[in-house]
Every structure is written in C-alpha cells, then in structure tokens.
C-alpha cells in the first residue's frame, strides 16, 4: 500500500513536445504529491508539487494533474527542452500523518533537439 | 547555506575493505535519509534518522551495514566488509519536515572492485 508505481522506465521525445510521465498510488491516505528532477551526477531536486485539494498545479511549462478517484498523477512538460533532459521521480506522503516520502522508480527522460 | 554536503564524491575502493560515507545535512533540519541508486533498483531507503534517532533502518540490505548520527550536524554510512554489489551512487537528504521538502546531497559513487 505504501508503494508509487511510476511509467514509463524511458521516454524519448522531440525538442518542443509534450513529455508526460505517469504515477499511479494505492494508498488513499497519501495527500501530498512532489516530482523530483535528478540531473546526471546530482542528487535529485523538488521540482513541484501537488495536494489533493485542487486537480492541477502549473509552474512554467511544468504541470502536475490529479486525479483522486483513479489514484493517479501525472507530470506534462510542455515544449519540452534539451535541458530537461534528466531522471524524474514522483513521490508520495501522508503529511498529516507526518510518514516520509514514498519514491517511484524513476523515469529517464531524453529531449532530442 | 551550502545545502547537504556528502564526501568523498568518489570512493573506490577493494572488496573486503571498510567504507564510510559521510554526511552534513542542512542545519535545522532534523530528518535525515540516506539513499542508494542504482540502475537495477532505482532509489533505495536505506535508513532514516529524525531528531538524530534512527526511526527505519528495514532498508538496510545487511549487517555489513550501518549508519550512525551522533548529532544534528553529522552522519555516517558504513559498510564493512564492503562488496562489489554495493557499488552504486549513495545519497544523503535533509528536510525539517518528515514527509516533505527533501533537500538532497550530490551523493557519493562508490566502487568496490
């Protein structure tokens, strides 16, 4: 129940398309939803985040929708860059429970230009 | 603030030899992780601290394994005797808050040959 499963493992897409990247979750008590950003020989960084009181949350060109009745949440880069090519990981908590951070396993993005 | 420092950045290093990772988290915080990666398993929890107390070491993959915080400012990650299997890229977070806000280290590669 504490798992995040993550899809696709890799995605490879066009400078200037859209790169979405799916997360779905069993447990009904998460109610906050970061993306992390990991460049190569980095740690990975928060990048956005979502709770379950509102079904989107935009930053830029990076989008989160939530969708709470299918348990799922996605990440939509739009115009994609060459620059945002790296490894993102969405993640779950409980916050009022004050349980940590639940990890997906992590999608490899590539841009090509 | 320098963020959460972790050395070496590299370690290479025989098998059957002592290895120790360190970390120095963000001051203030008082949740600290420490995470392996690798190709294979993605972003494993190894161990977890909060006020300088271990809460969940169920990720630690054996008893050659162990991680110490003797303050708020320092941790420790041991492994001995260490294996070519333990090669990966190990990291270390902070966050004030259990279930959010994790600032990661850039992490320290290590080799065992």
């Known amino acids: 129940q504490q798992q995040v499963k993550q899809s696709p493992q890799s995605l490879i897409v066009q400078k200037g398309g859209i790169s979405i990247i799916n997360c779905a979750y069993e447990?009904?008590?998460?109610?906050?939803f970061p993306w992390y950003q990991q460049f190569p020989g980095k740690g990975p960084a928060l990048l956005i985040a979502?709770?379950?009181?509102?079904s989107e949350k935009k930053e830029g060109r990076f989008t989160i929708s939530f969708n709470k009745s299918a348990k799922q949440f996605s990440l939509h880069i739009m115009d994609s860059q060459p620059g945002d090519s790296a490894t993102y990981f969405c993640a779950a908590s409980m916050e009022t429970s004050g349980s940590r951070l639940t990890f997906g396993e992590g999608t490899q993005l590539t841009v090509n230009p | 603030d320098a963020g959460v420092i972790q050395s070496p950045r590299h370690e290479v290093t025989e098998m059957g030899q002592e290895v120790t990772l360190r970390c120095k988290p963000i001051?203030?915080?008082?949740?600290l992780f420490w995470y392996r990666q690798t190709m294979m398993r993605g972003l494993e929890l190894l161990i977890y601290f909060n006020n300088n107390v271990p809460i969940d070491d169920s990720g630690m993959p054996e008893d050659r394994f162990s991680a110490k915080m003797p303050n708020a400012s320092f941790s420790t990650l041991k492994i001995q005797p260490s294996e070519p299997r333990d090669s990966a890229v190990y990291f270390c977070?902070?966050?004030?808050?259990?279930?959010?806000?994790?600032?990661f280290g850039s992490g320290t590669r290590l080799t065992v040959v």
């Open positions: 979502i709770r379950p009181d509102v």
């Open positions: 001051s203030g915080h008082n949740s």
């Open positions: 977070a902070s966050s004030f808050h259990l279930n959010y806000g994790y600032t």
């Open positions: 447990n009904t008590a998460f109610d906050y």
